[in-house]
T-cell receptor
Framework: DAGVIQSPRHEVTEMGQEVTLRCKPISGHDYLFWYRQTMMRGLELLIYFNNNVPIDDSGMPEDRFSAKMPNASFSTLKIQPSEPRDSAVYFCASRSTGPSNQPQHFGDGTRLSIL | DQQVKQNSPSLSVQEGRISILNCDYT??????FLWYKKYPAEGPTFLIS?????DKNEDGRFTVFLNKSAKHLSLHIVPSQPGDSAVYFC???????????FGTGTRLQVFP
């Protein structure tokens, strides 16, 4: 039973470049969440989708960040242009419909380094 | 504002003893509280949860206690094992949202 799959696992790129992070949620899960983890701020929610529709993007830091979910099995988080302060580990998580205690299942993350 | 707080960044415990990880929250509208464990280079994995209408939930070596009046919860691991060494995150959900609000984590080290 495949879990949440994220790609790439590591990304190193130069400042100003476009970065695209990818996520495949667990089949059948209706919710998809994007998080960013940094030493200073811990795990912070950037955006989440329900049935492919963005519900809350209040955590997206600025207009350079965008996220899409074109279908139930794929989502992207894009940063354009990237900056060194975007360096962090980005996690994708999914969960099924139900009360909010349904656990979220996380991918192994993308470690992003912007030089 | 930090709605979920884990004030101890690290904890060191001897194998076989009890580990107690603490978490405080500020929003009394949270419905559920969850604990996640995270190993290096992996995503967080769900460990145990508790509803706000309960004060205790147990699963094997793991027990979570909730004190609503104090807005405090704790995770007890008994007995602690070296494989329990990881970062533990407390999270809260509900309050009219599907979001999980995470604490900043506590790094647990269990030594032989």
């Amino acid at each position: 039973d495949a879990g949440v799959i994220q790609s790439p696992r590591h990304e190193v790129t130069e400042m100003g470049q476009e970065v695209t992070l990818r996520c495949k949620p667990i089949s059948g899960h209706d919710y998809l969440f994007w998080y960013r983890q940094t030493m200073m701020r811990g795990l912070e929610l950037l955006i989440y989708f329900n049935n492919n529709v963005p519900i809350d993007d209040s955590g997206m830091p600025e207009d350079r960040f965008s996220a899409k979910m074109p279908n139930a099995s794929f989502s992207t988080l894009k940063i354009q242009p990237s900056e060194p302060r975007d360096s962090a580990v980005y996690f994708c998580a999914s969960r099924s419909t139900g009360p909010s205690n349904q656990p979220q299942h996380f991918g192994d993350g993308t470690r992003l380094s912007i030089l | 504002d930090q709605q979920v707080k884990q004030n101890s960044p690290s904890l060191s415990v001897q194998e076989g003893r009890i580990s107690i990880l603490n978490c405080d929250y500020t929003n009394s509208m949270f419905d559920y509280f969850l604990w996640y464990k995270k190993y290096p280079a992996e995503g967080p994995t769900f460990l145990i949860s508790i509803s706000s209408i309960k004060d205790k939930n147990e699963d094997g070596r793991f027990t979570v206690f909730l004190n609503k009046s104090a807005k405090h919860l704790s995770l007890h691991i008994v007995p602690s094992q070296p494989g329990d060494s990881a970062v533990y995150f407390c999270a809260a959900s509900g309050a009219g949202t599907d979001k999980l609000i995470f604490g900043t984590g506590t790094r647990l080290q269990v030594f032989p």
